[in-house]
Antibody, heavy 120, light 107 residues
Framework: ELQLLESGGGLVQPGGSLRLSCAAS????????MTWVRQAPGKGLEWVSS????????QYADSVKGRFTVSRDNAKYMVYLEMNSLRAEDTAVYFC?????????????WGQGTLVTVSS | EVVLTQSPATLSLSPGERATLSCRAS??????LVWYQQRPGQAPRLLIS???NRATGIPARFSGSGSGTDFTLTISSLEPEDFAVYYC?????????FGGGTNVEIK
């Protein structure tokens, strides 16, 4: 069964750092780009970042560019989101999701998400 | 950036009724428009890809249409499990963007 499981969320002070992880299983991980999408409490969905199959092709939303770094380890079936200089507005549930195909930026499936709270 | 505007924000309907949800793009996204469903406390789930293609396992009561800038998601007869929030997403241009969502609630 195809599965994505996020971890690493928690409470962090403004200006702090956090590293999110997403463990994938049930598919050939190295052949699919991956993405991170977040959802602030009671709000809609916001795309955060995407990473290509080799890890060298990355994209970021302007709101996180220069502060967040996405990476992947194909051998471990893992994708990561390193978050630095965190702000209150980064408080959200962070979902990882799989692209449907190499050139298809349709997200399916999604993990259950991990909550990041930025507060003093 | 492609801005997606969903309307209405809230749709109050009864089970068995027809739901029509709209997603309008600020510029053409061709047919690269996706619909997701999100039930309370759950992750989003893919419903429709490329404007009109139902995802695997999605019931036939869900249908999508449109191209360019105007798109519609139709639920022909609402079932209790269909009361949820629906989001559109464009996959045409970077940055990838979502609409603000339509909450389909029980009347």
């Amino acid at each position: 069964e195809l599965q994505l499981l996020e971890s690493g969320g928690g409470l962090v002070q403004p200006g702090g750092s956090l590293r999110l992880s997403c463990a994938a299983s049930g598919f050939t991980f190295s052949t699919y780009p991956m993405t991170w999408v977040r959802q602030a409490p009671g709000k809609g969905l916001e795309w955060v970042s995407s990473i290509g199959i080799s890890g060298s092709d990355t994209q970021y939303a302007d709101s996180v560019k220069g502060r967040f770094t996405v990476s992947r380890d194909n051998a471990k079936y893992m994708v990561y989101l390193e978050m630095n200089s965190l702000r209150a507005e980064d408080t959200a549930v962070y979902f990882c999701a799989k692209y449907r195909g190499s050139g298809d930026r349709t997200f399916d499936p999604w993990g259950q998400g991990t909550l990041v709270t930025v507060s003093s | 950036e492609v801005v997606l505007t969903q309307s209405p924000a809230t749709l109050s309907l009864s089970p068995g009724e027809r739901a029509t949800l709209s997603c309008r793009a600020s510029q053409s996204v061709s047919s690269y428009l996706v619909w997701y469903q999100q039930r309370p406390g759950q992750a989003p789930r893919l419903l429709i890809s490329d404007a009109s293609n139902r995802a695997t396992g999605i019931p036939a009561r869900f249908s999508g249409s449109g191209s360019g800038t105007d798109f519609t998601l139709t639920i022909s007869s609402l079932e209790p499990e269909d009361f949820a929030v629906y989001y559109c997403q464009q996959r045409s241009n970077w940055p990838l963007t979502f609409g603000g969502g339509t909450n389909v609630e029980i009347k």
